[in-house]
């Protein structure tokens, strides 16, 4: 975006970004097919943001605010209640605001991220920010005594991966629904202190 | 392959198109970029695979042959050993026949399976034989009392979604160090039968 433009019409372009990868995926999607989502110019599109590139950093940013929005710890209730509904949020965000197609997109980002620092930073965002959260929440239970001893660090690098690998899983394989119930019963089993941890 | 066709040098070929994936990525490999690796013409490769979308398959179906030779349950050791030296193969396949770029150009394959579903196939092959190979080693470890009384159908799709987990960290953002110790420290500590689990 250029210093001296006006405050530029943000949203709408963010909207026009997300419906154009839905609909072209992130190989074939062009200047032009953003523009016509958007209903303006090409020239217009290019006025906000130099190149394809720097708009879908912008993207990237957008899509990062939504998630700390929707994805977060909820502060209330006991840490296993709050530790449920944070997987579930990163799993699936509410309000289904991640479509299998935006999903199938945004892998074909991650694909290129080896070749793309700027990529690669505004990906690990997210991975950062979902390990912050659970790591809070799971420190909560270990305190209170409501979770076994593990590492809340070690535990919330598994979480973290485990999600990615059921995003992985959906999108290329087409479902993880085994995935969200083992993800449950490991929380429920292994890290909540129960009846079934008195081994 | 064309069934008129004498037996074809499917070794070199194999070859030549991991060669040329990792040069190219997945995204620009063209047939003339392997039948370049390959050293014989375009015309000689097309006689052996008609299309790039037939021979990536039959790469494909070769991975597999090589992953089942070399990502395997021992057999010997107790389960915990079996389960380390199985999942520590599926996170670095031995003899490093998989290199960062080969990784970073299968995850590319990856993001195109949802629109072609004999990839999807080719892909869910992995997963599934990785599945049943951690499944038998968990069910051997809670048969014979070494392992705490998982569910070992769960406990694998778990471990197998940490894995791919892994890899789509490695590869968007070229590390996964601490996931390989969070991993081996839920096998030690969650599933091993110990000092760890008498809480």
Chains 1, 2 share one sequence.
């Not at 006006?6 to 026009?16: G, L, R």
């Not at 006991?78 to 509904?85: G, I, M, N, Q, V």
């Not at 290129?112 to 690990?124: G, I, S, V």
């Not at 959260?133 to 005594?145: K, L, N, P, W, Y």
């Amino acid at each position: 975006m250029r210093d001296d433009s006006p405050s530029p019409p943000v949203d709408d372009i963010m909207c026009a970004t997300y419906r154009a990868l839905c609909r072209h995926g992130y190989a074939n999607l062009t200047m032009q097919d953003i523009a016509d989502e958007w209903s303006k110019s090409k020239a217009a599109l290019h006025y906000h943001y130099d190149t394809k590139h720097g708009l879908l950093l912008a993207f990237l940013e957008h899509l990062f605010e939504s998630y700390t929005d929707r994805v977060a710890d909820p502060g209330e209730g006991t840490p296993r209640d709050r530790l449920h509904a944070l997987v579930a949020a990163a799993l699936d965000p509410p309000q289904a605001d991640v479509t299998r197609e935006l999903r199938t997109a945004l892998f074909e980002v991650k694909a290129q991220a080896p070749h793309d620092d700027a990529f690669r930073e505004r990906l690990e965002q997210f991975d950062r920010y979902l390990h912050a959260e659970i790591r809070g929440v799971v420190g909560a239970g270990v305190e209170d005594g409501s979770f076994t001893d593990v590492d809340p660090d070690e535990a919330a690098t598994l979480l973290v991966t485990l999600v990615n690998g059921a995003h992985s899983r959906r999108v290329a394989l087409g479902t993880d629904a085994d995935v969200s119930e083992a993800i449950r019963s490991y929380i429920d089993e292994q890290l909540v202190r129960g009846e079934s941890t008195q081994r």
